[in-house]
């Protein structure tokens, strides 16, 4: 009998991880990876390739450091559609591939809420290389003004106040001084504007430790517009609903930050999704489609404790990605598949390289001890889905000294 055929798409922290686990199984069937890049990146440290305070090396490792060649065809190729009827997945370059068991682990895209103007006159930071451009625009409105004078040049606008906008805020707002230095645009005038549509920032930590962060983030200068939906990116300003008014702040950068969406491949090939989602089963196959897992920022599972889905997490796509292998080995042997349970470790949050809040098992840490259990998450994850090397060459160790 023909070995069956597992793809994984996708070499984030789901699929990677997944990739790694079958790399340890002596399983009987034939593995194939399909990713777009030829590296790994850690979305989780975007933040700081968008701010400038590490080039995208620092958080990028080739797959070929990871991915076993003589165990798993790696296929550097650009997923268009899955196609659930035929069992196989149409790629950009390549031809059809056709499948037994598929894990679909395509993470993230940004969430534009059709609110006119975002996709021109924004700035996303959801791959290496948007987050890149991110940096080279604030970079060269920050250094234009020495010609131009133009006080927008120095004005950032950062719209949503979610924990991506406050981790870039906290990075940008250590940097600013080192890049006042750099293109001599004088640091009293740069005005950073962060628009939130909710009454309430950092909700879910209890408001001693949101004050904590937004307080840090005022005394470096950001200015907070909260309860003030923002309705259209012009360029060159955010438009947002303060009470019955429409207001305007003029910024020459704005950084688009209001929440993300499942990759758009997801709804392209009909699954029954929201913002991308699709709501798996316990075991995290798809209904109706039992040979398709799908994990990380494409699925959503329930939390029966208040009754929504988890936040899209790299914590929660790397124990999905466990579960996924044991699944997998199981629908093998014709066994029954296991459930998927959460308990969440924990939530931190960045406000700069050595600052952050957290929630640990109940208790909240903020300030130093804070940022450590951050940079500890982090190579935690590098070794998840990485190796030992990787975790030399990439962990973060600064707070060893
Ligand atoms: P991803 O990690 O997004 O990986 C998806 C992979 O699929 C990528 O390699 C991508 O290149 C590839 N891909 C995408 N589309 C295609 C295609 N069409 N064809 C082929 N390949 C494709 N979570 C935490 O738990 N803790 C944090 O501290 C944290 N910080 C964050 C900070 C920032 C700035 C951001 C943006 C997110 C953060 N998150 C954090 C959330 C976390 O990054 C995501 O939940 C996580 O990356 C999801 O993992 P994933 O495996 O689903 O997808
Ligand atoms: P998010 O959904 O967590 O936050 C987006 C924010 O934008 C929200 O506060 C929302 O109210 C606001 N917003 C939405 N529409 C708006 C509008 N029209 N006008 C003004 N404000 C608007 O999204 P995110 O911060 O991009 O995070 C994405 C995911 O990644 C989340 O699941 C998050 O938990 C995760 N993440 C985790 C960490 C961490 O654990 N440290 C860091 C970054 C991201």
Same mark, same amino acid.
């Given at each position: 009998m023909a070995k069956k055929k597992i793809v994984v798409l996708g070499a984030g922290y789901g699929g990677l991880r997944v990739i790694k686990g079958l790399q340890k199984k002596h399983l009987d069937a034939e593995i194939v990876l399909v990713n777009k890049n030829s590296y790994h990146y850690e979305?989780?440290?975007?933040h700081e390739v968008a701010a400038g305070t590490h080039d995208s090396d620092k958080i990028c490792f080739d797959l070929k450091q990871v991915v076993n060649e003589k165990k798993v065809t790696f296929i550097q190729d650009t997923v268009e559609k899955i196609n659930k009827d035929s069992k196989t997945v149409s790629l950009q370059k390549g031809n059809d591939l056709s499948y037994d068991y598929l894990v679909v682990a395509l993470g993230f895209e940004s969430e534009s809420?059709?609110?006119?103007?975002v996709e021109e006159n924004s700035l996303c930071l959801v791959d290496i290389p948007t987050a890149t451009a991110a940096r080279k625009h604030l970079e060269a409105q920050l250094a234009n003004y020495a010609t131009s004078k133009d006080v927008n040049d120095l004005s950032i606008a950062v719209c949503g106040a979610g924990f991506t906008s406050i981790e870039y805020l906290g990075e940008l707002t250590n940097l600013l001084p080192k890049l006042a230095k750099k293109y001599?645009?004088?640091?009293?005038?740069v005005k950073i504007t962060c628009i939130e549509a909710?009454? !309430?920032?950092?909700?879910?930590?209890p408001e001693k430790l949101s004050n904590y962060a937004i307080d840090k983030l005022k005394t470096r200068g950001v200015t907070f517009c909260v309860g003030t939906p923002i309705k259209e990116i012009k360029s060159g300003a955010v438009v947002y609903q303060k009470g019955e008014q429409l207001e305007e702040v003029a910024a020459n950068t704005i950084i688009w930050t209001t929440g993300v969406k499942g990759s758009s491949v997801i709804e392209g090939s009909g699954f029954d999704a929201r913002r991308g989602r699709v709501m798996v089963n316990e075991d995290l196959t798809v209904p109706s489609n039992e040979e398709i897992f799908m994990i990380g920022d494409v699925s959503a599972v329930m939390? !029966?404790?208040?009754?929504r889905p988890y936040p899209t997490t790299a914590q929660i796509a790397l124990k999905q990605a466990d579960t996924v292998v044991v699944n997998l080995e199981a629908k093998l042997n014709n066994k029954a598949t296991q459930a998927f349970s959460f308990t969440s470790a924990g939530t931190v949050c960045s406000i700069g390289d050595n600052e952050a809040i957290a929630e640990v098992g109940g208790k909240h840490f903020k300030g130093y001890l804070a940022s450590v259990m951050k940079k500890g998450v982090a190579d935690k994850s590098l070794l998840q889905v990485g190796s030992a090397n990787v975790l030399l060459k990439k962990g973060r160790f600064d707070f060893y000294h």
């Open positions: 979305a989780t440290y975007l809420f059709n609110i006119p103007g001599g645009f004088p640091l009293e005038q909710m009454d !309430k920032l950092l909700p879910m930590f939390n !029966k404790e208040n009754n």
